[in-house]
């Protein structure tokens, strides 16, 4: 009897909860902001960032050095990274605005369910130029470098 009880309680709540509307309040709870700026998007995937520092130099040694969080995400994914189709690479950049290079700090490699397939990212600083020719290096470059903080 205690268990019948019980179930018919349960499915009591679980009814009323079911068939109770939404109210306008709930209906118009925007969702949370994504901290990821898109700063590109082409056939092969898109190249999203995010500012770790603003204007404030990381180092005594790089003054004019900026440092942001970058991901790309692909579209189809890149079967030789071992990476899916809605894979991504996740990474910390550094880049020279006066001398036009970056330099990467960490990289790691996701499977598109947010698991990482490298445990340990990290990667010798080491700057190179930027081909701004490109429309992602021309994209990055005037999201960091060009806008107005």
Not at 43 to 68: C, D, M, W
Not at 114 to 139: H, K, R, S
Request: aromatic share 10%; net charge neutral.
């Amino acid at each position: 009897m205690l268990k019948q009880s019980i179930g018919i309680v349960l499915l009591s709540i679980t009814v009323n909860a079911v068939a109770e509307p939404k109210t306008k309040q709930q209906a118009q709870t925007p969702k949370k902001s994504s901290p990821w700026a898109l700063i590109h998007q082409g056939e092969y995937g898109k190249t999203l960032i995010q500012h770790f520092t603003g204007n404030e130099a990381i180092s005594a040694e790089y003054p004019q050095v900026k440092r942001f969080a970058y991901k790309y995400v692909y579209t189809y994914g890149v079967p030789s990274l071992k990476i899916e189709p809605k894979g991504y690479i996740q990474a910390i950049h550094l880049i020279n605005c006066a001398e036009q290079t970056r330099a990467y700090e960490m990289s790691q490699r996701f499977k598109p369910n947010g698991i990482a397939i490298d445990q340990d990212g990290t990667m010798p600083v080491y700057f190179e130029p930027m081909n701004l020719e490109t429309p992602e290096d021309e994209a990055l470059y005037q999201y960091i470098c060009e806008a107005k903080s």
